[in-house]
């Protein structure tokens, strides 16, 4: 599969930094970059071109950078940009270790090429850190399902986490999911899914069927019995997405 073109929303009230952001953006594979003077702006942009990254000017107006970056984590867009907030040295940020916590990056502004090139990777599908929220209710999700025991489980777990950041990946499951999961666990794709598959079927024999309608209700093939890897992910991965509106 080719690859697909990375695009990324650049906001700040610098029309000279957001040049050079742009730039550094373009060298570092990004083929599409827009641009936003102030929040309100940024976020309708992050809304109607759901970007890859999302690098954000901590002076941002209106309210500030932190604003924008936390409005843009509530909100349950099926691709979720890798958060990059700009912040001057020497000022206090409050928020710095929530941020971090919910997997954004912060560094200093202005940023050089390497900083924003550790963050963007900090903060990528296959690295950025999952929120405490989020792991604790996924796993809550596959223990009701009886996934439980088998290497496939945390197949599922990371899986799910990717799904979760970017739906699109559920449409791409043997050339862009497997793959993805499969490097994060040093195993191959089509391990990847034979293990997955193995652990719903244990799921499906053992656990409660009670328990696994709820959650899938008529969303799986009546004669089939029980849900395909890919049905698996993008299922849970829309529960959760979902639980935030």
Same mark, same amino acid.
């Given at each position: 599969?080719?690859?697909r073109?990375?695009t990324?929303v650049?906001?700040d009230?610098? #029309?000279p930094e957001r040049?050079?952001? #742009?730039?550094?953006?373009g060298?570092l594979?990004?083929?599409?970059?827009?641009?936003?003077e102030?929040g309100?702006?940024a976020?309708?942009l992050?809304?109607?071109a759901? =970007?890859d990254?999302? +690098?954000?000017?901590?002076?941002?107006?209106p309210g500030d950078?932190?604003?924008?970056?936390?409005?843009v984590?509530?909100r349950p867009?099926?691709?979720?940009?890798?958060?990059?907030?700009l912040?001057l040295p020497?000022l +206090?940020?409050?928020?710095?270790?929530?941020l971090?916590?919910?997997?954004?990056?912060?560094i200093?502004r202005?940023?050089?090429?390497?900083e +924003?090139?550790?963050?963007?990777?900090?903060?990528?599908?296959?690295?950025r850190?999952?929120?405490?929220?989020?792991?604790k209710r996924?796993?809550?999700?596959?223990?009701?399902l009886?996934?439980?025991?088998?290497?496939?489980?945390?197949?599922?777990?990371?899986?799910?986490g990717?799904?979760?950041l970017?739906?699109?990946l559920? #449409?791409?499951?043997?050339?862009?999911?497997?793959p993805?999961?499969?490097?994060?666990?040093?195993?191959?794709?089509r391990?990847?899914?034979?293990?997955?598959?193995?652990?719903?079927?244990?799921?499906?024999?053992?656990?409660?069927i009670d328990?696994?309608?709820s959650?899938?209700?008529?969303t799986?093939?009546a004669?089939?019995?029980? =849900?395909?890897?890919g049905?698996?992910?993008?299922?849970?991965a829309?529960?959760?997405?979902?639980?935030e509106?």
């Amino acid at each position: 599969m080719a690859a697909r073109e990375k695009t990324a929303v650049v906001a700040d009230p610098s #029309r000279p930094e957001r040049d050079r952001l #742009r730039g550094m953006l373009g060298e570092l594979g990004f083929a599409r970059v827009l641009e936003a003077e102030d929040g309100l702006e940024a976020m309708r942009l992050v809304e109607s071109a759901l =970007p890859d990254a999302l +690098l954000i000017s901590a002076t941002l107006r209106p309210g500030d950078g932190v604003w924008l970056a936390q409005a843009v984590m509530k909100r349950p867009f099926p691709v979720r940009p890798g958060i990059v907030l700009l912040h001057l040295p020497g000022l +206090l940020l409050p928020q710095r270790a929530r941020l971090s916590a919910a997997g954004a990056a912060v560094i200093d502004r202005p940023a050089r090429r390497a900083e +924003l090139e550790a963050a963007l990777a900090e903060t990528d599908v296959a690295n950025r850190r999952l929120p405490e929220a989020f792991r604790k209710r996924r796993d809550e999700l596959l223990d009701r399902l009886g996934v439980v025991g088998h290497e496939g489980r945390a197949y599922l777990e990371t899986a799910v986490g990717y799904a979760w950041l970017d739906a699109r990946l559920s #449409r791409s499951l043997t050339t862009a999911l497997y793959p993805l999961v499969g490097r994060r666990h040093g195993v191959s794709a089509r391990k990847v899914e034979q293990s997955m598959r193995y652990a719903i079927e244990l799921a499906w024999k053992r656990g409660r069927i009670d328990e696994q309608y709820s959650i899938f209700r008529g969303t799986i093939d009546a004669q089939r019995g029980k =849900p395909t890897c890919g049905e698996m992910i993008a299922q849970l991965a829309d529960i959760l997405r979902m639980e935030e509106v």
